[in-house]
């Protein structure tokens, strides 16, 4: 409902009730999860007539039930959305401590940036942490001598001047934007930039990322040489 994305299509809807009142509910639907929570007041508003946490105990809730990628995603888009602030992200832990996955989520908090524009731009970021060739920049402005703006690249490393384009399907689906994509990454390696593309299907193997980043890295260094 509030337009964060990140999470897996799933046929579920949860439902958080008062302690007594999730007691005595029973959910005919098997889709409908109950959860017995209390919310303070104020906390719950109204999104397209529908009763909801606000954003920040909803992104709360998630990061304590789903996994590292998924998590850090959500969080990734919630900032990105203006829904979420670095001060919100910053009273998240005291609203779940003592909470199952409290610790895990803390973890997954450290590594939220509002600066990633998907979730395929966040998993490629994560698969090159865990690498261990974290990009230096997100969003990384290239600018010519003259200060004109070539290209804006979604991870970029600039000691060895590289880029790695996220390529989701949405933003890069139609022709228009491919002739686009294609303008910008001549005049990006007309300007000495290497720039290597990944899909969500590269983010399902674990090396495959962190291996093309370093391998480009190299090449590019060795040019140099």
């Keep these: 409902m509030y337009g964060i994305a990140g999470l897996p299509r799933r046929d579920e809807i949860h439902v958080a009730l008062p302690g007594r009142a999730a007691k005595l ?5 098997p889709a409908i999860l109950l959860h017995q929570l209390e919310h303070p007041p104020g906390t719950v508003m109204q999104v397209n007539g529908i009763a909801a946490t606000e954003p920040r105990l909803t992104v709360s809730e998630i990061i304590l039930r789903e996994r590292r990628y998924t998590a850090v995603s959500v969080l990734d888009s919630a900032l990105n959305r203006g829904l979420l602030t670095t001060d919100c992200l910053a009273t998240i832990p005291g609203l779940i401590r003592g909470r199952r996955g409290a610790v895990a989520a803390r973890g997954y908090l450290a590594e939220a940036d509002g600066r990633a524009q998907s979730p395929l731009e966040t998993r490629c970021r994560l698969r090159c942490v865990d690498g261990r060739v974290p990009p230096d920049a997100l969003q990384l402005q290239v600018c010519d001598d003259d200060g004109h703006l070539l290209g804006i690249g979604d991870l970029g490393w600039r000691g060895p001047r590289l880029i790695a384009e996220a390529d989701g399907r949405d933003a890069h689906g139609t022709p228009e934007a491919a002739f686009a994509d294609r303008r910008r990454q001549n005049r990006l390696v007309n300007a000495g930039w290497t720039i290597v593309r990944f899909t969500w299907q590269d983010t399902l193997n ?5 291996q093309t980043v370093r391998q480009a890295i190299a090449a590019a260094y060795f040019r140099r040489s």
């Design 25 to 29: 509910a029973r959910a005919s639907d």
């Design 206 to 210: 674990p090396d495959y990322i962190p």
